[in-house]
Nanobody, 121 residues
Framework: QVQLVESGGGWVQTGGSLRLSCAAS????????MGWYRQAPGRQRELVAH???????NYLDSVKGRFSISRDNANNTAYLQMNMLKPEDTAVYYC???????????????WGQGAQVTVSS
């Protein structure tokens, strides 16, 4: 049973930073890409960033230059460093992984439970 556990969410003021971590376990197959989605109340879920097994990152335009995704393949862990946070970044952030997609196109196969990120103005 594949499990994804997020940590590192919380509350921060505008301009602050947070780092999300995601640990994947229970995988019997090599993990391809990993990614982070977010969903704010009343808004559609959106893909914030994803990273290929080779370490190539892709970002949502609104977070480019502020967020950085990375991963530790040996430990099946992904990270999302979020800097210069804005109130509009407030959302539940979900860690995801894919066993099949590993390029600019990303389609997740498993989801974590989510971590709340709140940015106050």
């Amino acid at each position: 049973q594949v499990q994804l556990v997020e940590s590192g969410g919380g509350w921060v003021q505008t301009g602050g930073s947070l780092r999300l971590s995601c640990a994947a376990s229970g995988s019997r197959f090599p993990i391809k890409a990993m990614g982070w989605y977010r969903q704010a109340p009343g808004r559609q879920r959106e893909l914030v960033a994803h990273i290929t097994s080779g370490g190539s990152p892709n970002y949502l335009d609104s977070v480019k230059g502020r967020f950085s995704i990375s991963r530790d393949n040996a430990n099946n862990t992904a990270y999302l460093q979020m800097n210069m946070l804005k109130p509009e970044d407030t959302a539940v952030y979900y860690c995801t992984l894919s066993f099949y997609t590993d390029g600019r196109y990303y389609r997740p196969d498993y989801w974590g439970q989510g971590a709340q990120v709140t940015v106050s103005s």
